[in-house]
Each structure stands twice: as C-alpha cells, then as structure tokens.
C-alpha cells in the first residue's frame, strides 16, 4: 500500500532556468532549492524543491543514452514526468505489483534520495509514470524542509 506523496518529478531541457519560477513567480527562496547533482548512472541531473508537505523534483537530461532524453524532446519547455509514492518495503512493493499485473520496469535500484526505487508502466495508472521509493529514515540524505 502507497504511503505519503514524497514528489513530483518535472523533466526540463535546463533545471538551472527551471528553478528561477520558483523563486521569482512563487516566492521560494535560493535556499528552498537543492543544489544541481549528476547522477550519471542514471543519466540525469538533479534538485529538488523543498516544500512544506513535499518536494518537486526536477531532473535533466545527463548523456546522450539519458532516460528522459526523448521525454525531454517531446516536451521542449519541460512537463510532468512522474509521481512518486512511499512504500515502507521495495521489494514487497515489487512483488506486490508483479502480482497484480503491473508491469514494473525496473529492479529496485538507488534513486536521488539514496533510497532504493522501482517505477511502474503508465499504462497501469492512467497515463501516469509512477515512482514507488522506499521511505527515507528521518534526517536521511537531501534535507527535506
Ligand atoms: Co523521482
């Protein structure tokens, strides 16, 4: 069973101009915002924005092999990209969703959070990416607002 909403990933062809709304339509400050890491196993950059009750994450194409690459050129100004859930067990989730049906596209592997993740077909929920993570301990990794 899915836990809290930990984020909402946005995939953008620059997340340094991708963080400026944020601060200057939205009023969050500099310091409301992650700085920019590679995480070139996975082929992506990243930061998040800091909310009160969740994160957006932002995530830009790393390498010509980039997973959100072609997501990225389809939409050029950025666009929703997924939604992530917490689950307390990875691989129960895992297993929980293969015997539903779903298809799940990934092996547990460790996302931005330093938490191990799986995603699941959009075709299984609407047309919508879904991202299950494995709950962070508190304090744990990227400092959460
Ligand atoms: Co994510």
Do not use: W
């Not at 799940?104 to 929920?125: C, M, Q, W, Y």
């Amino acid at each position: 069973m899915i836990g809290r909403l930990n984020h909402i990933g946005i995939a953008v062809p620059s997340i340094e101009a991708a963080k400026r709304p944020y601060i200057d339509l939205y009023g969050l400050k500099a310091s409301d915002i992650t700085e920019t890491r590679d995480m070139p196993e996975q082929g992506v950059r990243f930061a998040f924005v800091n909310l009160p009750n969740s994160q957006i994450e932002l995530i830009e194409p790393l390498g010509e092999n980039s997973p959100i690459r072609r997501f990225v050129e389809k939409n050029p100004q950025g666009g929703q990209h997924h939604v992530c859930f917490e689950v307390a067990d990875i691989y129960a989730a895992r297993d929980a969703m293969k015997a539903k049906g779903a298809t799940v596209l990934n092996e547990p592997r460790i996302g931005a959070h330093g938490t191990p993740i799986i995603f699941i077909h959009p075709k299984d929920s609407s047309g919508v990416l879904i991202e299950l993570m494995e709950t962070p301990p508190k304090n744990h990794g990227i400092a959460h607002a």
